[in-house]
């Protein structure tokens, strides 16, 4: 059989992507044909995605793909990040720009929300980590404004993404279960946590599935794009992380992941999800991932710190280059500063060099002075909140671990992966770097029967495609022990 090409679409807090694969058995090579800035905009006092400049971009990388691929395409995916989701009006017409999960607006929608169901009974309906930005708080947020009043449906992002694409509605359950409306053991929404909440579940189109049918391309998407219909769309695991755990080429089920982007989101796939209260004190999440697994892992805040600093030298006229910042920050000594990468005060864009060195001083260290020390402090921080989070999702699963994968952007970070690597005491496997686009592609593929399999017989072919990097771990337990309590964290 000849391989055959699918587009992914993956859409991330700091870019978006169009990648077209071409797969079929012992085939899978991803090429990126258009990569855009995903910028969101503050309008009047409230932070914005800027959701047509995304769909521009991926309209723009439809085309581009075309071009590559002959004017033909076996299929499209969308994924994208969690909890976001846009309003339409009875027509399908947005209602207004989506809302980032960074605003400030879900202050104190959390407590709202507790009052009505405390949060050890949303955590045992849900199994969602506490994120003060779940949709739950969003929705809760917004009540009572005109927009939510109008509003007739309510897309998820890649949801409302492949609406305007296809002209089809649907609701796709890996993303569904950030929401903190769904229910892990049934994998439904939860009428309790709706009735409790007031949330309207009819705002829902119906659920769908990794390798459902989206609908195809409208003529008009046609048109724009100059493909050659039809395009059969096809759901994906549509949360990014759901898509990016299908790309960590592990064999067996001995490994704990961390999928690396603006997130490091670090845990292990499990088969039913764990509703204990030592998992909930150590604020892990049950979200939903493709097969009917389950996504046990916890939120660590990820590149966003460096990403956020950068943003900030830039803004100050003094911007940075990552390569250079990342080979210095090699040269430094380990350890100097730490901080505690789970604090939500990192949370909204900002000033994060001040905040780091705030984190810093309040814990009795020095504070980092040059781009290459906040640098060498982030990383550091991050490889300690993994190594904790890689050591939590081990004991809550009661399985032991051997391998830990880095997947996503961090993966091309050796640094990164070097250090993580000496403060879990394991060995890393780094890459793919895309990971959530190949596990999109690879789940269109199997959907369309160019490939069939198991998630472990995707994972042999990542294997056997990809170009995968090792690190072991260097001695040095002890001062990683010692950081860690330095910032409170020690176990
Ligand atoms: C990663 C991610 C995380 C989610 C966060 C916000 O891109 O999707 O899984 O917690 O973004 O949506």
Redesign the pocket.
């Known amino acids: 059989t000849t391989p055959r090409t699918f587009a992914a679409v993956d859409l991330?807090?700091s870019s978006g992507r169009v990648m077209l694969g071409r797969v079929g058995p012992g085939t899978l090579d991803l090429t990126e044909v258009h990569r855009f800035p995903n910028r969101p905009v503050t309008v009047g006092g409230t932070l914005h995605w800027d959701v047509l400049a995304l769909y521009r971009g991926v309209l723009d990388g439809l085309r581009a793909a075309g071009r590559t691929a002959g004017g033909r395409l076996d299929g499209i995916g969308v994924d994208?990040?969690?909890?976001?989701y846009g309003l339409l009006d009875a027509t399908g017409s947005l209602l207004g720009n989506p809302v980032h999960?960074r605003d400030a607006r879900t202050e104190g929608a959390a407590e709202a929300v507790h009052a009505v169901l405390p949060a050890d009974r949303l955590y045992a309906e849900t199994g969602l980590q506490h994120?003060p930005?779940n949709t739950v708080f969003q929705l809760t947020a917004a009540r009572g404004t005109p927009q939510l009043a109008a509003a007739e449906r309510l897309l998820m992002i890649p949801d409302l993404v492949s609406y305007w694409l296809t002209g089809v509605q649907g609701t796709e359950i890996t993303?569904a279960s950030?929401t903190q409306l769904v229910d892990p053991r049934t994998r439904d929404w939860s009428p309790e946590v709706a009735r409790r909440t007031g949330i309207d579940l009819s705002l829902f189109p119906a659920l769908r599935g990794p390798g459902d049918p989206a609908g195809e391309l409208l003529p008009e998407v046609l048109a724009e794009t100059g493909l050659t219909g039809p395009v059969p769309v096809t759901a994906v695991g549509s949360?990014?992380?759901a898509s990016?755990v299908v790309g960590v080429p592990a064999a067996g089920d001995d490994f704990a992941y961390i999928?690396t982007?603006?997130?490091s989101?670090v845990g292990r796939e499990l088969d039913a999800p764990v509703l204990t209260e030592a998992s909930r004190r150590a604020n892990f999440?049950n979200?939903l991932g493709v097969d009917g697994t389950v996504r046990h892992?916890r939120?660590v805040m990820?590149l966003w710190l460096l990403q956020e600093c950068m943003r900030t030298w830039a803004d100050r006229g003094d911007p940075k280059d990552l390569g250079p910042l990342l080979a210095a920050a090699a040269e430094l000594p380990p350890l100097r500063s730490v901080v505690d990468a789970g604090d939500p005060a990192f949370i909204p864009p900002g000033d994060m060099p001040r905040r780091i060195a705030d984190a810093c001083l309040a814990t009795g260290q020095p504070a980092p002075r040059t781009a290459a020390e906040f640098t060498r402090c982030v990383l550091d921080s991050l490889a300690l909140a993994h190594r904790e989070a890689v050591a939590q999702a081990r004991d809550l699963s009661g399985k032991e671990v051997t391998t830990v994968h880095i997947v996503g952007g961090g993966a091309r970070n050796a640094l990164l992966c070097q250090l993580t690597a000496d403060a879990c005491g394991l060995p890393v496997v780094a890459g793919p770097a895309e990971a959530?686009a190949l596990g999109n592609v690879l789940v269109q593929a199997r959907a369309a029967g160019a490939l069939d399999g198991s998630l472990a017989g995707l994972r042999a072919l990542l294997r056997s495609t990809q170009r995968l990097d090792h690190y072991t771990a260097r001695p040095g337990a002890a001062a990683w022990d010692d950081a860690a309590a330095r910032i409170g964290r020690a176990r």
């Open positions: 991330g807090a994208g990040w969690a909890v976001d999960y994120l930005f993303n950030t949360h990014d992380t990016a999928a982007g603006t997130w989101l999440t979200e892992l939120n990820g959530a």
